[in-house]
């Protein structure tokens, strides 16, 4: 005779006892299952369940902190991508960068140190995947990305005024180019891998580098 209790499927424990975890805990759960879950099946392909299942925790566990599957993706992507400050860059008061190109240096670190991290390139990676399955979703994210970033370098760049190391004529298109070179080599990463990038990092950021510093010199008094 079969046993029939060994043919039960086993519950996942994690279902049938839930921990109790503060309410931003338990959101930074949801969303690295809500980032596991989108990367691996990406938008269409990922519903509350399968993401409820992944935290541990039932749909309405996530109901209880969102109200859509699109406010979970909008929430992933903005904790992702967007500093919860809003500032990309900054420079502190005890920076000691005080020549041109000290500033920029601190620039481009920060810059190439966000832009290199695997989840900001998984995310980068998964809108790009997106944008034609969910073309208002992907061109909302990148209207949100550009502008930020181009808040961010602004507020960057006028403390570098303010010390007498840039150009006070610094246009909006200098702010809106700024991370141009770093964002086309996530790109060419993103697409033909690190292996095959057809320039290596370090000669992209020292070319970026004599770029922004050719457009922010000061003119010469």
Same mark, same amino acid.
């Given at each position: 005779?079969?046993?029939?209790?060994?043919?039960?499927?086993?519950?996942?424990?994690?279902?049938?006892?839930?921990?109790?975890?503060?309410?931003?805990?338990?959101?930074?759960?949801?969303?690295?299952?809500?980032?596991?879950?989108?990367?691996?099946?990406?938008?269409?392909?990922?519903?509350?369940?399968?993401?409820?299942?992944? +935290?541990?925790?039932?749909?309405?566990?996530?109901?209880?902190?969102?109200?859509?599957?699109?406010?979970?993706?909008?929430?992933?992507?903005?904790?992702?991508?967007?500093?919860?400050?809003?500032?990309?860059?900054?420079?502190?008061?005890?920076?000691?960068?005080?020549?041109?190109?000290?500033?920029?240096?601190?620039?481009?670190?920060?810059?190439?140190?966000?832009?290199? @991290?695997?989840?900001?390139?998984?995310?980068?990676?998964?809108?790009?995947?997106? @944008?034609?399955?969910?073309?208002?979703?992907?061109?909302?994210?990148?209207?949100?990305?550009?502008?930020?970033?181009?808040? +961010?370098?602004?507020?960057?760049?006028?403390?570098?005024?303010?010390?007498?190391?840039?150009?006070?004529?610094? @246009?909006?298109?200098?702010?809106?180019? +700024? +991370?141009?070179?770093?964002?086309?080599?996530?790109?060419?990463?993103?697409?033909?891998?690190?292996?095959? @990038?057809?320039?290596?990092?370090?000669?992209?950021?020292?070319?970026?580098?004599?770029?922004?510093?050719?457009?922010?010199?000061?003119?010469?008094?």
């Amino acid at each position: 005779m079969t046993d029939t209790h060994e043919n039960k499927p086993q519950k996942n424990e994690t279902t049938t006892k839930r921990r109790y975890l503060p309410s931003a805990e338990r959101k930074r759960e949801i969303l690295k299952a809500a980032f596991e879950e989108f990367s691996h099946r990406g938008y269409l392909g990922t519903s509350l369940e399968r993401i409820a299942a992944k +935290a541990g925790i039932s749909k309405s566990g996530i109901y209880a902190h969102y109200s859509s599957k699109d406010d979970v993706f909008e929430d992933m992507l903005h904790s992702t991508l967007l500093p919860p400050d809003g500032n990309t860059f900054e420079l502190s008061d005890t920076s000691d960068a005080d020549t041109l190109s000290c500033i920029v240096d601190e620039y481009l670190n920060q810059l190439y140190e966000r832009l290199s @991290s695997p989840d900001v390139q998984a995310m980068f990676r998964l809108l790009m995947t997106e @944008s034609g399955r969910v073309p208002d979703l992907a061109h909302y994210w990148g209207k949100q990305l550009l502008d930020q970033n181009h808040t +961010a370098n602004q507020a960057f760049f006028k403390l570098g005024i303010e010390r007498g190391l840039i150009r006070p004529d610094v @246009s909006a298109s200098d702010y809106t180019l +700024a +991370a141009s070179p770093s964002l086309m080599w996530l790109m060419v990463l993103l697409v033909l891998g690190p292996q095959n @990038s057809p320039v290596p990092l370090e000669e992209v950021r020292l070319l970026h580098k004599r770029l922004l510093i050719e457009r922010l010199q000061p003119a010469p008094v």
